[in-house]
């Protein structure tokens, strides 16, 4: 099991760089996680609310990812944690992931995974905002290098998908090796860090597609 005291008394710095000590290839031990959670979540096709398509998934997905974690990780996972190093002044909300890997040793440094609805394989417009707004931006992610989106895709290909998402950040979807048989690409970018501030200058954004199809939006 993991001695988690080497994690104690450092520095708020990158989850991806404290998550190296533990292991050198911990994006693609976190993003396996995902995979196998989805994975039984698709075996298993629990009742799904249509009403709230995107957060009844995100809540189903996160048990499951949960589930295929050994327990022995420096980082747990968890539905809907808040962000507030990059919170507003009060009454202002923080904000919130869909879900994230948090570290056991300092529960401030997360690695998000966000979350959007893809009705169609051409309707990314909020998925490009969230790229571009919160994770370029630094509102989400200000301490680690690297987070992930999640488009659960209604109709469509995943290739139509991502030629739609690299077109209009606009960037380039590069494989990652240790995935190429799954619908998952990798982006790489600089981010806009605040005045004042040591974050991750550089983001990589893992974009990982789940098809859903035959699920619609109910609009009852």
Not at 7 to 23: G, I, K, S, V, Y
Not at 191 to 196: H, K, L, N, S, Y
Request: a negative charge; proline letters at 7%; hydrophobic letters at 35%.
């Amino acid at each position: 099991m993991l001695d988690k005291l080497i994690f104690q008394n450092m520095p708020h710095q990158d989850f991806t760089q404290l998550a190296e000590a533990w292991c050198h290839n911990q994006s693609e031990i976190l993003i396996n996680f995902i995979w196998q959670g989805y994975d039984l979540l698709k075996h298993e096709s629990p009742l799904v609310n249509c009403k709230d398509l995107e957060r009844s998934i995100t809540q189903l997905l996160e048990s499951r990812i949960h589930r295929v974690m050994t327990g022995d990780e420096p980082f747990y996972v968890q539905h809907g944690p808040y962000e507030r190093e990059t919170m507003q002044a009060p009454p202002a909300q923080p904000p919130q992931y869909d879900i994230a890997f948090v570290l056991l040793a300092d529960e401030q440094i997360m690695w998000p995974m966000e979350a959007k609805v893809l009705e169609t394989a051409g309707t990314v417009a909020e998925y490009i905002e969230d790229v571009k707004e919160e994770f370029l931006m630094c509102r989400y992610a200000p301490f680690s290098s690297e987070g992930a989106m999640l488009g659960y895709l209604l109709s469509g290909t995943p290739d139509d998908a991502f030629n739609n998402i690299s077109a209009k950040i606009p960037c380039k979807l590069e494989d990652h090796p240790g995935f190429t048989a799954r619908p998952q690409k990798m982006s790489h970018h600089v981010r806009t860090v605040p005045v004042g501030k040591s974050y991750p200058a550089t983001f990589g954004c893992h974009h990982l597609i789940f098809e859903f199809h035959g699920l619609k939006r109910s609009r009852e």
